[in-house]
């Protein structure tokens, strides 16, 4: 059978409902996409030189956002693809509901429900990795499910194209796929492990992704390297808050609709042929434990078994446990609850309060993203006072090191005045070092500590401060003219790399 054939009848897109909701989440998006500031990660990105590959991530955001602020060179426009990965993604969750046989209600509920919920809205206004895999996950799983609940395999060959082309992004879905094959394994159909349609998607998704893999490969695996980086420095942390976490990803009015997707495909005979996807949940939990990076990375399963949870909910909504038709007052308590938890995602994953404002609520210590936007021009009015006031000698053999990649984003965006800029974090610390004859370096933030040993002489001549009271990675760190390295900079550069 071909991919447009059918063995069943699905029920009908909701068209309306659900491109409402996409248009809905897209106008917002783009209407605060200018607030507060860059994130962090996007000053990074736009200033990464094109490449096959980085020692923290493969090409894809680092090119979109060169390309976008080449046209346009502003937070807005590097957003774009931002903006259109999320509402991409509330498309796909409501075609997730329909597939399994969630009509009209259930498609509008998931694409409403969705598109303001919690992490879809902090992630779209944002151009992050993880931004980019907001379709991703939705998309591999919709084509699975098509493969298994239509009878046609051949969808897995699309899936297995998804997997590939996302390998340019993160090579985060590698432990999707580890989580379905132990699902797979636990729940059925075992036969899936050797047929040759997920075989041929397997290797569909090797010959796509290869050139990135390659690039992995021949560097000795640089992600692997940085992912144990990023657990040794907030393992602990992670491994604690990505149990309550859990809760907040969509939002605790949604737990109990993605619960009932979890419950239903595990216990319902007609989605036997997908149980797995169920069954990989609590795998998938144990391989983010262990890994110990980010919390948020169960959420793209999440959004899958919330999509799936919406059939049980509007037949519960309809019927009830009994099975008697029963009245308005439960479908008002569940738009209800979505209401109010859009509400709630808005306030915390949007820059809708005042930027004047924004330190006296608890919106920084929620949402990180919200902080790392925070006082980038004004860092960079600090530092550039303090190259202002060097003699005209030390201004002409001046650098500047940041301590981390925002740093040097920034102070690359926004310093026209100011000497080349350098930091040791990541692929930055390949990417360039300072040159021999720089006498003369202005050190800006927290690695000033671990690195004033290898000067002659520094002096703290100022601190970070964003002047509104938000207490982000910068806030107070040192600004510090340091002269004459030690034993020159092929000797003190090694000191200031970190992969973090």
């Not at 004859?437 to 933030?445: K, L, R």
Request: include cysteine; glycine fraction near 8%.
């Amino acid at each position: 059978m071909g991919f447009g054939e059918s063995t069943d009848v699905r029920p009908c897109f909701a068209r309306l409902p659900v491109l409402s909701a996409a248009a809905a989440m897209a106008v917002l998006l783009t209407a605060f996409s200018d607030r507060y500031g860059y994130h962090r990660d996007e000053l990074y990105f736009r200033m990464l030189h094109p490449a096959w590959g980085y020692v923290d991530q493969p090409p894809l955001a680092p090119l979109l956002a060169r390309t976008f602020s080449s046209l346009v060179d502003s937070a807005w426009a590097i957003r774009i693809p931002a903006t259109l990965a999320a509402v991409g993604s509330v498309v796909l969750v409501a075609l997730i509901t329909r597939e399994v046989g969630g009509g009209r209600l259930a498609q509008a509920l998931a694409a409403w429900g969705y598109a303001f919920a919690a992490m879809p809205l902090l992630m779209g206004h944002e151009l992050l990795t993880s931004t980019l895999d907001l379709p991703v996950w939705p998309a591999v799983l919709l084509f699975v499910i098509r493969a298994q609940l239509r009878g046609q395999p051949r969808w897995w060959l699309a899936a297995g194209a998804v997997v590939g082309v996302s390998m340019y992004n993160k090579l985060l879905i590698a432990v999707l796929l580890l989580a379905l094959a132990a699902g797979i394994l636990l729940a059925g159909p075992r036969r899936l492990l050797y047929s040759r349609w997920v075989l041929a998607a397997v290797l569909l998704a090797l010959l796509i992704g290869s050139p990135n893999l390659i690039y992995q490969a021949t560097h000795s695996w640089p992600q692997l390297t940085v992912g144990r980086a990023l657990a040794d420095h907030n393992g602990g942390q992670t491994r604690i808050l990505m149990w309550p976490m859990l809760l907040i990803l969509l939002g605790p009015p949604l737990v109990p609709i993605w619960l009932a997707g979890l419950v239903a495909v595990l216990r319902r005979p007609e989605w036997r042929p997908i149980r797995f996807i169920g069954a990989a949940f609590p795998v998938l939990l144990v391989l983010v434990f262990v890994m110990g990076s980010q919390f948020y990375y169960p959420f793209g399963l999440l959004a899958v078994l919330y999509a799936i949870g919406l059939v049980p909910t509007v037949e519960w909504l309809r019927r009830g446990a009994t099975g008697e038709p029963v009245g308005t007052a439960r479908r008002n308590w569940v738009v209800a609850g979505l209401a109010v938890n859009g509400v709630v995602s808005l306030l915390i994953g949007l820059p809708v309060i005042p930027l004047s404002a924004l330190g006296n609520t608890p919106v920084p210590g929620i949402n990180q993203a919200a902080r790392d936007t925070v006082g980038w021009p004004r860092y960079v009015d600090e530092v550039d006072r303090v190259y202002a006031a060097l003699p005209a000698g030390d201004r002409a053999n001046a650098v500047i090191v940041a301590s981390n990649y925002g740093e040097a984003g920034a102070l690359a965006r926004y310093g026209r005045r100011l000497p080349a800029v350098y930091s040791g974090q990541n692929a930055l610390y390949e990417q360039a070092r300072p040159p021999a004859e720089a006498t003369v370096a202005i050190v800006v933030g927290g690695q000033f500590r671990s690195v004033q040993r290898l000067f002659a002489r520094c002096q703290v001549q100022a601190r970070l401060d964003d002047q509104v009271g938000v207490d982000n990675e910068e806030q107070r760190r040192p600004i510090a003219v340091c002269r004459d390295p030690a034993d020159g900079w092929s000797a003190a550069w090694p000191h200031f790399h970190h992969l973090d």
